[in-house]
């Protein structure tokens, strides 16, 4: 389903004068050579009165462990990242926003050869994020692997947006966590636990290298159960990352992205953030989908191989105050028509005729100027059953009159049109036919 929700913007709720990371990623491209482009990436809360680290560490390490060198980082490129503004329902009343800070260095590794990785480590998060213990004193590791210059030249994949941090309490989410490989190499998705690094006393320390500690997670917290409600998931294929937080607060969360080359695994990269869940007063839509489209938000709904009759879930939620009514209002997506609506809550719908249609649902809280609204799509497929299929009665000699039995089933309905043609320039339009060859020889027949 695609959202049209403004609701899902940013994070940070606590300020202070400490640097406090939301997440952050490292990446690289291949130049030529050993020669690279390295990207270090950090969030963190808007409101410091700490700049970015200028110098930032960065450890390059050896497969084996062992230290190269440790590289000065200066001058980020600072980006500030707003919540939007333009939702009448949702009012952004604490100024709340996030950082980017962007690192980039052109770097030449030593050895063709040898794989490395590369690291950075900050302290620390915030002291109020929910599913993590004693959260103001873990910081942050933040890694990429560089398998062998010959023979793999690689480009790390590149996540493709920033995930919404700031979300509604009781909303289905559909975050799209995808990435690019500039190599067109196979990605796969999973949830992963993020890593810990530096400390309180040593906030910004000189990389120290994997192995890495994870984060410890608070009861009843784990990977399994990040943020409450219905859990978070992620497709491995597309990266599309769903779920219903039941629970107000502040969480961390991980995603990993692993790189494989003809089945060879070259690199994991974790890309950690964190969300903040808040009660929103606007209506959330949800037609609940699977296949979920990374790119658009759009996913099926049903996919119908029987009739052409949709009965329609409707799993919208409506925060408080629970008092005003929600309005309803359904298209069903047929073209060239305007009868094809509803305002029901749960509607169902026949459908003319089989194939792919995109339905859109919008709900309404409240009316005029007060009103608050939100929309949501999902596709509808219909593809009844229709096996065309038929035998033949007789052996077929030359001169000889053959018979074609139709043995066609259909769930649409009636069949009310056939085509037979025979291979030799023959055919006919009747359920079952008859035709007599006149030499011999080989024939493709088709109905």
Known sequence: ?????????????????????????????????????????????????????????????????????????????????????????????????????????????????????????????????????????????????????????????????????????????????????????????????PLSAGTPDDPAPSPLGPPYNEIQWRSPYNLNNLMGGIPLTIDPQTGVLTGTPNSLGQFVVGVCVSEYRNGQLLGTYLRDFQFNVTQCNTPITSIPSADINPNTGIGVYIQNCSNLSVTFQNNTYNPPPANVPLNYSWDFGVNGISTDTSSAQFPTYVYPDSGTYLVKLIVTKGSGPQACADTTFAYVKLYPTFNTDFNLTNNICQQVEASFADNTQSDLGAINSWAWTFGDGGSATTQSATHQYTAPGTYNVSL
């Open 1 to 193: 389903m695609k959202k049209n929700l403004t609701a899902l913007f940013l994070l940070i709720g606590l300020y202070s004068s400490a640097m406090h990371i939301v997440g952050g990623v490292v990446s690289y491209r291949f130049i030529t050579g050993t020669t690279y482009e390295i990207k270090l990436t950090i969030y963190r809360d808007c409101g410091s009165s700490t700049p970015f680290d200028s110098p930032a560490k960065l450890g390059i390490f050896e497969d084996n462990g062992a230290l190269v060198e440790v590289i000065d980082l200066y001058s980020p490129v600072v980006t500030p990242i707003l919540p939007p503004n333009d939702n009448p329902c949702l009012t952004n009343t604490t100024g709340a926003c996030v950082e980017q800070g962007v690192y980039t260095i052109t770097y030449t590794f030593p050895s063709p050869s040898v794989g490395y990785t590369i690291t950075h480590e900050r302290c620390c998060r915030n002291n109020s994020i929910t599913n993590v213990v004693t959260p103001g004193d873990v910081g942050a590791a933040f890694t990429a692997h560089i398998p062998p210059s010959a023979p793999y030249q690689n480009t790390s994949p590149v996540f493709n947006s920033f995930p919404p941090l700031f979300i509604c309490l009781n909303s289905p989410i559909i975050i799209n966590n995808s990435a690019t490989d500039a190599d067109g190499d196979q990605l796969v998705y999973n949830l992963c636990t």
